[in-house]
């Protein structure tokens, strides 16, 4: 099934702000938005945030989200030690009829 | 508060299958959706199904239709996914997790090893 694309892997310094990017298209991420959810290994996925900006109870507000047409962003502000992860997007594909992940974006604080 | 727990790791041979289970709690059961995503080794995520276990209603990937099959329990508040016909390429670590707008809560995860 056709997925999200990802660029494989991000590197930025401690304290500065990563955009993370999950392009698809308008029968996904262009139609209800996407989640984001990060992942340190070893450890299950923790979601970071749905449809476009909405973050569960204790997710820092210094993540956000955003989408411009088929295009979903991730901002991370003041980069963290505890932040380097693999980071995915997920959306619902309403063609497919299934939810459809990115392929993952290594994030590496410098 | 909500829990998400599976059951263990399971080694099978090729062609056999496997059923994994995961019990729910902290939560009305029946209120939100469930969902099966596996990440094979060193590999990205992959969804694989859906089940309502309002009314075990399920909807599965492409890829798997014909050989998963995903019910509840009600009675116990867990949900269990079935995968037939393991091959090599089964060999991941599979999830459950509870939408709630997004794949809130995660289990810890049961690595399958499919091996000869």
Not at chain 1, 32 to 46: F, N, R, S, V, Y
Not at chain 1, 61 to 67: C, G, K, L, Q, T
């Amino acid at each position: 099934q056709a997925g999200l694309t990802q660029p494989p892997s991000v590197s930025k310094d401690l304290r500065q702000t990563a955009t993370l990017t999950c392009t698809g298209n308008s029968n996904n991420v262009g139609n209800e938005g996407a989640a984001w959810l990060l992942q340190h290994q070893g450890h299950p996925p923790k979601l970071l945030s749905y449809r476009n900006n909405n973050r569960p109870s204790g997710i820092s507000e210094r993540f956000s989200a955003s989408r411009s047409g088929n295009t979903a962003s991730l901002t991370i502000t003041g980069l963290q030690p505890e932040d380097e992860a693999d980071y995915y997007c997920s959306a619902w594909d309403s063609s497919l009829s299934a939810w459809v992940f990115g392929g993952g974006t290594k994030l590496t604080v410098l | 508060q909500v829990q998400v727990v599976q059951s263990a790791t399971e080694v099978k041979k090729p062609g056999a299958s496997v059923k994994l289970s995961c019990k729910t709690s902290g939560y009305t059961f029946t209120t939100y959706l469930m969902h099966w995503v596996r990440q094979a080794p060193g590999q990205g995520l992959e969804w694989m199904g859906i089940i309502n276990p309002s009314d075990g209603g399920t909807g599965y990937a492409q890829k798997f239709q014909g050989r998963v099959t995903m019910t509840r329990d009600t009675s116990t508040s867990t949900v269990y996914m079935e995968l037939g016909g393991l091959t090599s390429e089964d060999t991941a670590v599979y999830y459950c997790t509870r939408e709630t707008g997004g794949f809130e809560n995660w289990g810890q995860g049961a690595l399958v090893t499919v091996s000869s």
